[in-house]
């Protein structure tokens, strides 16, 4: 018999584990506590840790879209505007699950079910309707965290000797980083969205976790975990919206909160980059620089709300994972940081460029 390869054993367990999740949180009243402070905080962890293609190659919610792919029929392909959009379609998305957590679904187990079974459907819906992975480049929530925090350089120096990509290619997305991580980093290096959507991300995972206490005045309404439990019903969703402005229903503030948080987020590091102008002159030098930075403040902000609820519970937790976080964040900054100081990345040729298929 043929051996399973890692990855493949990996994304068995993964599939089995997404599968046993979605029990979990449908049949037992702690199962969203669970998913939400102890499941979901080792996810970007271990994207970081495992490295792009070992994560894309494991990833549940890709190898349901993996069977869609493999149902797909004729030459049918993402429509131009949305693949022009690159990484903002994929950043709207996840603005978007995570204004429907605040108002929704972050406690209420059935639904907590019915979205996490939700993106399941979306993806083999749209691998079936586009073909590859069409659903990971161009709409998966997770999928955009996970190039902000591996494009630039993996967390530990290993040779990512198979990619990622999908056999045989079907051309769902251009200069595709499933194929090639590094040259799709650098031929999107100077692009806008790369840009918006790295300098936006640490401030809507702020104003994510700020929105508990902007809505309830006190920051232990995220701390003690108490929205874990709260099912979905009209108060949650049409109720008092912000502590300060209760005629705000939360429907409104939630997704506010989160558009003024990626907007001044976005503003701040796009203040980053001109103010280093001087003292890195190189454009695209000084672009992978800030990028670095911004993921590197969004890993960070992360880690210090996401499982807390739960962490404090524990002895110790807290303390260890306050340790750890800052560490693999450095380590990742400090290779990224290093990689940018060895060879400045170059832009392809536009001879180059026209000539570059559509890739997978």
Not at 138 to 162: L, N
Not at 202 to 216: C, I, S
Not at 245 to 274: D, K, Y
Not at 278 to 289: F, K, L, Q, S, T
């Amino acid at each position: 018999m043929r051996r399973e390869s890692p990855p493949s054993r990996a994304r068995s367990v993964l599939l089995a584990g997404y599968g046993a999740t979605l029990a979990l949180v449908v049949a037992h009243p702690v199962g969203p506590r669970l998913f939400w402070t102890v499941i979901m905080p080792l996810v970007p962890a271990g994207i970081v840790l495992a490295g792009f293609h070992a994560w894309r190659r494991a990833c549940p919610i890709a190898a349901v879209g993996a069977l869609g792919a493999r149902l797909h029929r004729g030459r049918r392909r993402v429509p131009a505007r949305w693949r022009r959009l690159g990484l903002r379609a994929s950043f709207a998305v996840l603005l978007t699950c995570l204004a429907l957590r605040l108002v929704g679904t972050n406690g209420d187990p059935l639904a907590l079910g019915v979205f996490l079974g939700g993106l399941g459907l979306a993806a083999f819906a749209l691998n079936l309707l586009f073909g590859g992975r069409s659903f990971c480049h161009h709409a998966c929530p997770v999928g955009v965290v996970e190039r902000i925090y591996t494009d630039a350089a993996p967390a530990v120096a290993r040779p990512e000797r198979a990619a990622s990509g999908c056999a045989p290619c079907t051309g769902c997305a251009k200069g595709c980083a499933d194929l090639d991580r590094e040259r799709a980093y650098e031929r999107g290096l100077a692009g806008a969205d790369r840009r918006l959507v790295f300098y936006a991300f640490p401030g809507l995972v702020f104003a994510f976790y700020a929105y508990y206490a902007l809505r309830a005045g006190t920051w232990e309404a995220y701390f003690d975990g108490r929205w874990t439990e709260a099912p979905m019903s009209a108060e949650l969703l049409l109720g008092p919206g912000f502590a300060f402005a209760p005629s705000v229903p939360a429907l409104v503030a939630a997704p506010l909160t989160l558009l003024a948080g990626s907007a001044l987020s976005a503003l701040l590091f796009h203040g980053l980059e001109r103010a280093l102008a001087r003292a890195v002159p190189d454009a695209r030098r000084r672009r992978h620089r800030v990028l670095a930075l911004a993921s590197f403040a969004a890993f960070n902000t992360f880690y210090f709300f996401a499982g807390a609820p739960t962490l404090r519970l524990l002895p110790g937790a807290s303390r260890v994972v306050a340790f750890a976080i800052p560490v693999i964040a450095t380590v990742v900054l400090l290779r990224r940081l290093d990689r940018g100081a060895r060879r400045a990345p170059e832009p392809a040729p536009r001879a180059e460029r026209r000539r570059l298929p559509v890739l997978s």
